[in-house]
């Protein structure tokens, strides 16, 4: 079955530094794509980051980096130099291609970022 | 324009009453969702549509309908509503539901759902 784990309920980071969000999944797929999404208090699912499961480098957009473990499977977000406005919920996510491409998504993570 | 949005921002409705949840999106986005978030959990898919066309029902009670009148537009009606129904309904959306998963959802804002 496919499954998405976080472990960390909540998370704080001072300001200016990096933070490690941890996301372990599981699937019999070969072919899926992993995604972080910040939730700030106001709702709204901000996309961060895409990894494929053929993609043989770990993707980067901005501050943020994805450490892909393939054989662990795992998927850990790197936040480096953290600010105030990092403050949020973060959720990974898998897309599968079975099941008409649906989007589990794991329990979350609360950061903190602390000035 | 990457923009989803949604309304009523907020709604208040009693268990009888007949109400409707507006999505809107001028991306060109063919695949479109509403998720279910429950306080401090994650999102849960009730339904995608694709093409215009129901590609996916989560085993979603009845009295949630959903309908995709043209490819810009996701509705949500609501009808005999429980109170454990509140929640915020989040709809999103995607290039389409084919290639390698790759296409990112884009999320609206919400709508707070509270059933008195």
């Known amino acids: 079955a496919q499954k998405i784990t976080q472990t960390q309920p909540g998370m704080f980071v001072q300001e200016k530094e990096a933070v490690t969000l941890d996301c372990t999944y599981d699937?019999?797929?070969?072919?899926?794509?992993l995604f972080w999404y910040k939730q700030p208090s106001s709702g709204e699912m901000i996309f961060l980051i895409y990894?494929?499961?053929?993609?043989?480098q770990n993707a980067t957009e901005g501050r943020y980096s994805l450490n892909f473990q393939k054989a662990r499977k795992s998927a850990n977000l790197v936040i480096s130099a953290s600010q105030l406005g990092d403050s949020a919920m973060y959720f990974c996510?898998?897309?599968?291609?079975?099941?008409?491409?649906?989007?589990?998504f794991g329990a979350g993570t609360r950061l903190f970022v602390k000035a | 324009d990457t923009e989803v949005t949604q309304t009523p921002k907020h709604l208040v409705m009693g268990m009888t009453n007949k109400k409707s949840l507006k999505c809107e999106q001028h991306?060109?986005?063919?695949?479109m969702y509403w998720y279910k978030q429950k306080a401090k959990k994650p999102p849960e898919l009730m339904f995608v549509?694709?093409?215009?066309?129901?590609?996916i029902n989560e085993s979603v009670p009845s009295r949630f309908s959903p309908e995709c009148p043209n490819s810009s537009l996701l509705n949500l009606h609501l009808h005999a509503l429980q109170p454990e129904d509140s929640a915020l309904y989040l709809c999103?959306?995607?290039?389409?539901?084919?290639?390698?998963?790759?296409?990112?959802?884009?999320f609206g804002p919400g709508t707070r759902l509270t059933v008195t």
């Open positions: 990894q494929g499961s053929y993609d043989e």
């Open positions: 996510a898998m897309r599968f291609d079975t099941g008409g491409f649906k989007t589990i």
């Open positions: 991306m060109g986005h063919r695949a």
């Open positions: 699937t019999s797929d070969q072919s899926y794509g």
């Open positions: 999103a959306s995607s290039q389409d539901l084919s290639g390698l998963a790759s296409y990112e959802q884009y």
């Open positions: 549509y694709s093409y215009e066309k129901l590609s």
